[in-house]
């Protein structure tokens, strides 16, 4: 069973400061991961994707990821009232028409 | 920037009536997707679909669904006889290659009485 684990939260940060969000999966298969951001009652919209181990920036995100420790992270800097949102991590094996395992997602609230 | 269509974006039907779900995938995309949210919990995959034919499904697409693209632009999920569990969001996407990030669009909310 492939399983991708979030902290469900919420977690919540004041404005300005940096909110960290982590992912664990369980599949080593796994070769492609994202970050989307879903809004209550919205669709999950893509925010960061990572295939390499490392750092990857864009703007105010980071994506960090870790495979040796099957181990994926996003860093929100400066985080606005307006990042207020779940986040979800997505994993696939990128191999064929493979689908995203999704986990449950992390509340995050930045408090203005 | 070019996105994922999806009609209706509300659909409420009787129990064990047919529905279809609508989406026009972005254009130059060649991988399809439908996955659904139930209240409260995680997206979960139900089927992908490439060049025509199936890729891959999960233990949720039955025999009560079917996908089809009917055309060159369109891309349908249909639940033949809907139960009262079948109440979610439905949610297309499409990627331009198998490794590429999947977009979806703003999602069909279903609810069976």
């Known amino acids: 069973q492939k399983e991708v684990e979030q902290n469900s939260g919420p977690l919540s940060v004041p404005e300005g400061a940096i909110a960290s969000l982590n992912c664990t999966y369980s599949d080593r298969g796994s070769q492609s991961f994202f970050w989307y951001r879903q809004y209550s009652g919205k669709s999950p919209e893509l925010i960061m994707f990572?295939?390499?181990?490392g750092d990857k920036e864009d703007g105010r995100f980071t994506a960090q990821l870790n495979k040796a420790s099957q181990y994926v992270s996003l860093l929100i800097r400066d985080s606005q009232p307006s990042d207020s949102a779940t986040y979800l991590c997505?994993?696939?094996?990128?191999?064929?028409?493979?689908?995203?395992?999704f986990g449950k997602g992390t509340r995050l609230s930045v408090i203005a | 920037e070019p996105e994922v269509t999806q009609t209706p974006s509300h659909q409420v039907t009787q129990m064990g009536q047919e529905v279809i779900l609508r989406c026009v995938p972005i254009s130059n995309h060649l991988y399809f997707y439908w996955y659904r949210q139930i209240l409260g919990q995680k997206v979960e995959f139900l089927v992908s679909f490439y060049n025509n034919e199936i890729s891959e499904k999960s233990e949720i697409f039955d025999d009560q669904f079917s996908v089809e693209r009917p055309d060159g632009s369109n891309f349908t999920l249909k639940i033949r006889s809907t139960k009262l569990e079948d109440s979610a969001m439905y949610f297309c996407?499409?990627?331009?290659?198998?490794?590429?990030?999947?977009?979806f669009g703003d999602g069909t909310r279903l609810s069976i009485l």
């Open positions: 996407a499409s990627s331009a290659a198998s490794n590429q990030p999947q977009h």
């Open positions: 990572i295939y390499s181990n």
């Open positions: 997505a994993v696939n094996r990128n191999s064929g028409n493979t689908p995203l395992v």
